[in-house]
């Protein structure tokens, strides 16, 4: 077993003690600092007391007080109690990559996913929330995370780090890949290209929107869908949004940020956002995958389910739990260190007052 593989297998079971080691640079500094009234000779015969030197005089007062601490270290190290993790497990199969690309076009912005007498949310609020729930529950898969409109932006590589990943879902906001459009082909080929060159059995990319590529695409998005299924990737649609019209904050492009009334609340208005349903089903059928609709957020949470589940390698350990108990040599140390120094100091490094 390799040095790291072994530090990585080392643990203390009471860490608590540790703390004790603070005393140690403390009382270093403070017996530096102390000087005693009375002068004491270290000897072991007082024949030697004529070469006596106040050089070998401090080094000998040093090496009986340096016993004393790595002494002390030592036994504070066996009252935390340093274990070796002996414990194997076995991986059966190997979890998943995924990709979530989000749309963050201005038409996310829309208010018709709030519910009635509830709290005004758009879109995105949904959206964000689910998926903030969808990522704790792959505990074990790597996924990164994509915002686009016109272009994509890559907010997360694919990362087992969910902490890093949360963090960055937060972070989806409308206007954070300017300009403000969709553009289903770029976020597609963008979330392909993140998963293609891996070793993962099962690749996929969620794509969430709520419009149709605007302005028009270079490149048809089932150009890319048609790449993904040749390179074995899954791509899952989902359409957002429970009406085409609806009412909608609107986004101030000169700040970047929802344009508001002179009594700062934000402007509502009303809004066509049409849904190219076609092309997200066409998508999901080549490569295999399944293209879904969501009005409210109850709807969106149960496709999240589902593809959590139709997309779920199960990890399975085979673990036994077993620890060595490593403090009988700290505490072995400690005490013959101890021993050591309480022989010197009635010997060879005798204190004559």
């Known amino acids: 077993m390799k040095i790291g593989e072994m530090w990585e297998r080392f643990q203390f079971s009471e860490p608590e003690w540790l703390w004790l080691l603070v005393l140690v640079p403390l009382v270093a500094v403070l017996r530096t600092r102390i ?15 004529k070469l006596a030197t106040p050089s070998k005089l401090w080094a000998n007062r040093l090496i009986l007080s ?15 109690r340093p274990q070796f993790d002996e414990s194997t497990f076995s991986v059966q199969e190997s979890g998943v990559d995924i990709v979530l690309a989000v749309d963050l076009s201005a038409s996310m912005l829309a208010l018709d996913m709030s519910e009635p007498n509830g709290e005004t949310v758009t879109r995105l609020d949904v959206v964000k929330s689910v998926i903030k729930d969808f990522v704790a529950k792959r505990r074990n898969d790597r996924i990164g995370l994509v915002g686009f409109s016109v272009n994509p932006y890559l907010l997360s590589p694919l990362t087992m780090d969910k902490e890093h990943l949360q963090r960055n879902v937060k972070r989806l906001k409308i206007g954070l890949a300017p300009p403000t459009g969709t553009n289903i082909g770029g976020a597609l080929a963008e979330g392909i290209n993140r998963v293609r060159q891996l070793d993962a059995e099962t690749r996929i990319v969620i794509l969430l929107t709520d419009g149709k590529d605007e302005p028009a695409p270079r490149h048809s998005p089932l150009v890319f869908a048609k790449g993904a299924k040749e390179d074995g990737i899954k791509v899952y649609t989902i359409a957002v949004g429970r009406s085409t019209r609806t009412r909608t904050y609107v986004f101030d492009q000169s700040n970047r940020d929802l344009l508001r009334n002179h009594d700062k609340s934000p402007v509502i208005q ?15 059928v080549t490569t295999e995958a399944k293209f879904f609709e969501a009005g409210d ?47 010197l100091s009635r010997t060879l490094l005798l204190r004559i007052p």
Not at 35 to 49: C, D, P, Q, R, T
Not at 270 to 284: G, M, N, R, T
Not at 303 to 331: G, R, S
């Open 66 to 80: 340096t016993l004393r601490l790595v002494a002390f270290v030592a036994l504070v190290l066996a009252l935390a």
């Open 270 to 284: 009303v809004h066509d956002y049409p849904v190219d349903k076609e092309v997200l089903s066409k998508i999901a």
């Open 35 to 49: 000087k005693k009234g009375k002068a004491s000779i270290l000897f072991s015969s007082l024949e030697n007391v």
């Open 297 to 343: 957020e109850a709807t969106l949470r149960e496709i999240y389910n589902e593809i959590d589940q139709l997309e779920k390698t199960e990890i399975e350990f085979d673990v036994n739990a077993l620890y060595e108990e490593l403090f009988h040599w700290p505490l072995i140390a400690g005490l013959g260190i101890f021993l050591v120094e309480i022989v």
